[in-house]
């Protein structure tokens, strides 16, 4: 009998951060075992440092080889095809990256996150332009994209209607400054929690925890938590979807704290 609910995977952002030895990892653990222990707490981590240039396709070998089965990992795309007034010449930065070895993670790579700059505005056509350029298959191999923007020029429904075109979801991101967008695209979730505090053990209180862990099964049932945002047209399918929760930016030291607890929670 098939899961009436699509896979939680809940992390952080790396898991090369100073301030996290002696707190999540124990004193003198070998930093080369940092992601394997990471990886044996979380069930995924969105790695940033493909954002900023291309990587190994040995490393994406040795990543791939020092995580469980059913870990995955989500990458940031990189900066090159996203940071520029033209979105739609991107197509070289985009093949170069895909290029680069990302396939070596095998069925260990999620989600690749293509973020904007918080001054890119809402251009619809040359917004289309770049969907179009993301490859959904490549050697057979079925890929998932999905879009961070952060200006409010994207709050509007016409956006919404265009990533529904393209099967492509936007990144529901809890920030301080960037828009909170939670419609529903596609078929999974992609969720950055960025209010944490470090002067609470599990990152956020217990209470806001439980909501969102609340959030993700709702998500993973198909349907679409009533207290967040939305800024599209009509209702998304009614159907199981995969969700990617990550723990990240304010409360840095504790994210994982929090992660392992919302593990827990949907557990």
């Given at each position: 009998m098939k899961s009436k609910s699509g896979n939680i995977r809940i992390g952080i952002g790396g898991w090369t951060y100073e301030p996290w030895r002696g707190v999540f990892y124990p004193d003198k653990l070998p930093q080369r075992k940092e992601l394997e222990y990471a990886a044996s707490r979380l069930t995924s981590i969105e790695i940033n440092g493909t954002f900023y240039g291309s990587q190994k396709p040995e490393s994406f070998r040795k990543w791939a080889s020092e995580v469980p089965d059913g870990f995955v990992f989500a990458l940031k795309g990189p900066r090159f095809a996203t940071n520029r007034k033209v979105l739609a010449e991107?197509?070289?930065?985009?093949?170069?990256?895909?290029?680069?070895?990302?396939?070596?993670?095998?069925?260990?790579?999620?989600?690749?996150?293509?973020?904007?700059?918080?001054?890119?505005?809402?251009?619809?056509?040359?917004?289309?332009?770049?969907?179009?350029?993301?490859?959904?298959?490549i050697d057979g191999r079925a890929l998932r994209h999905v879009v961070e923007v952060r200006h409010d020029s994207f709050c509007t429904p016409a956006f919404i209607a265009l990533l529904r075109q393209h099967d492509i979801p936007v990144v529901y991101s809890e920030h301080a400054i960037y828009p909170e967008i939670a419609d529903v695209v596609g078929d999974f979730v992609y969720a950055r929690l960025q209010k944490g505090k470090d002067d609470i053990a599990t990152g956020y209180p217990p209470k806001a925890l439980a909501a969102w862990a609340k959030?993700?099964?709702?998500?993973?049932?198909?349907?679409?938590?009533?207290?967040?945002?939305?800024?599209?047209?009509?209702?998304?399918?009614?159907?199981?979807?995969?969700?990617?929760?990550?723990?990240?930016?304010?409360?840095?030291?504790?994210?994982p704290a929090a992660a392992m607890e919302l593990i827990r929670l949907v557990g």
């Open positions: 991107a197509g070289d930065s985009v093949k170069r990256f895909y290029d680069s070895g990302v396939l070596e993670l095998g069925d260990r790579l999620g989600p690749v996150l293509w973020q904007f700059a918080p001054t890119k505005k809402f251009d619809e056509a040359d917004f289309g332009a770049f969907l179009d350029l993301l490859p959904r298959t959030r993700f099964e709702t998500w993973a049932e198909g349907g679409e938590p009533d207290d967040l945002p939305k800024i599209g047209d009509g209702k998304a399918k009614k159907q199981k979807r995969d969700v990617f929760a990550y723990v990240i930016h304010e409360g840095k030291v504790r994210a």
